[in-house]
């Protein structure tokens, strides 16, 4: 009887018979109405028992769960739910989602009619990597008669992975592959490199690399004579993701970290497409997840499984140790975007020797992040003297960001200023506009 549930109608119909009872206190010839009336009602109890009790395989459902949650997307889970009665039914489902969601008012309800299925889906959207645990799909059904309902159990106990943001990885390819992320007149042009890769002996023109002088060539054609390069085609791309405390500050309840954390995966994909070497590597106190700038077949998985267990902590970033991890492990020439928060101009020029130092070597870019709320304030029109003073506190933080581009952009470095939920595009549209232009 554990799967017995009365529904609302049969207390509406005993309240119905009650009201009659007293009612016949008042005037007796509705006392034997009022019995008829009460018989009745259970009778329909156990008609309605038989006939949702006396199939035991009344209802089959399943849950269909993707493969792993994709962190911060909308998420599908679909319901599938087949009638084995031979009569219409109503249902109404109960999943016992992961807690994390915090969803207690999860109730969906529909009409099957007899042998068909009906099928349909909701959405999840995590805001957190880690493993999500489901309960019980719960599938209550009630006959026409509807006065009592059998609960079924289908699918105890699954779980699902949320990984980095993976859905949108190619939609971001195909806008990439179109050239709709680059700004206007940027156009894709050919550089000459210095690589191994030689391409052909040509006649020196004034702005030519000296060092580049073929004398054997030059002594043969009486004129100097020079070789020419391709550029390498496959550069390298590194991501460092600072976990330190700056970057637990949440926006729409996603962290900042989270953020760079999709932003890294989107990235990648890209990059991966283009034909670069894409790499990683986490620091707070010191450097982890290190993942070499690579771009074999299972790299984009393993960027992604790195992604996977990144958190937060509340220390103060070392970017002392950052430098020299990477002056030691990054031998060549690279494009490093780095993902950091600076709220002030004292805390860049607290790191701002090591940055120029990271800068001398490759081609640095910091992203940093536009507060969401303070942009909101820049935006209002106040109404209230507190207002007033909420948007000039908002305008001196946005100038000291200015400052903070401006003071990087001084020794060469450059920039993504950027609200959080902009960051993808954003972060892509930089890589694709440095391609284009050849400054790597």
């Not at 679909?78 to 016992?96: A, C, L, T």
């Not at 042009?189 to 000296?210: A, C, N, S």
């Not at 950091?340 to 070597?361: M, P, S, V, W």
Request: some cysteine; overall charge positive; hydrophobic content about 40%.
């Amino acid at each position: 009887m554990k799967s017995l549930y009365i529904n609302n109608r049969f207390f509406f119909a005993l309240i119905g018979v009650g009201v009659l009872y007293v009612l016949a206190f008042f005037f007796p010839f509705l006392m034997m109405i009022t019995h008829i009336l009460l018989l009745i009602v259970f009778l329909a109890v156990m008609v309605d028992c038989l006939l949702v009790f006396n199939q035991k395989e009344g209802i089959s459902a399943q849950r269909i769960l993707p493969e792993k949650l994709s962190n911060g997307d909308e998420n599908p889970v679909k319901i599938d739910i087949r009638n084995n009665y031979k009569f219409d039914i109503d249902v109404k489902v109960i999943d016992e989602i992961p807690f994390q969601f915090q969803k207690r008012d999860f109730l969906i309800e529909k009409h099957i009619q007899p042998g068909k299925n009906t099928y349909f889906q909701y959405i999840l959207e995590p805001k957190e990597r880690g493993e999500y645990h489901f309960g019980s799909l719960n599938v209550f059904a009630r006959s026409p008669i509807g006065l009592i309902s059998k609960r079924f159990t289908f699918q105890k106990d699954a779980s699902l992975p949320s990984y980095p943001s993976f859905i949108h990885l190619r939609k971001y390819e195909l806008m990439a592959l179109q050239n709709e992320f680059l700004l206007g007149g940027i156009k894709k042009i050919r550089k000459l490199g210095h690589t191994m890769e030689f391409e052909q002996i040509k006649e020196y023109v004034p702005g030519d690399d000296i060092r580049t002088i073929n004398w054997k060539a030059t002594s043969k054609a009486n004129r100097l004579m020079v070789n020419q390069f391709q550029d390498e085609k496959s550069q390298r791309i590194y991501m460092l993701i600072d976990t330190g405390r700056t970057m637990k500050m949440p926006f729409k309840g996603l962290t900042l970290l989270d953020y760079s954390i999709n932003a890294t995966m989107a990235l990648s994909h890209i990059i991966l497409k283009k034909g670069d070497r894409a790499g990683m590597m986490t620091f707070s106190k010191k450097t982890e997840n290190k993942i070499a700038a690579e771009n074999k077949s299972g790299q984009l998985k393993k960027i992604s499984e790195a992604l996977y267990n990144i958190k937060t902590n509340f220390f103060e970033s070392d970017y002392n140790r950052l430098y020299q991890d990477i002056k030691f492990s990054v031998n060549q020439r690279s494009l490093v975007l780095l993902f950091t928060n600076f709220e002030t101009l004292d805390g860049l020029n607290r790191q701002l020797k090591y940055l120029r130092g990271i800068a001398k070597n490759h081609l640095l870019v910091v992203i940093f992040f536009k507060n969401s709320e303070l942009q909101a304030l820049l935006h209002k029109k106040p109404e209230s003297m507190q207002e007033i003073y909420d948007e000039i506190i908002a305008e001196k933080f946005e100038f000291e960001k200015r400052l903070i581009i401006q003071e990087l952009r001084k020794y060469g470095i450059y920039t993504v200023y950027t609200l959080p939920e902009n960051l993808n595009i954003d972060v892509i549209n930089k890589y694709l506009e440095i391609k284009a232009r050849g400054i790597l």
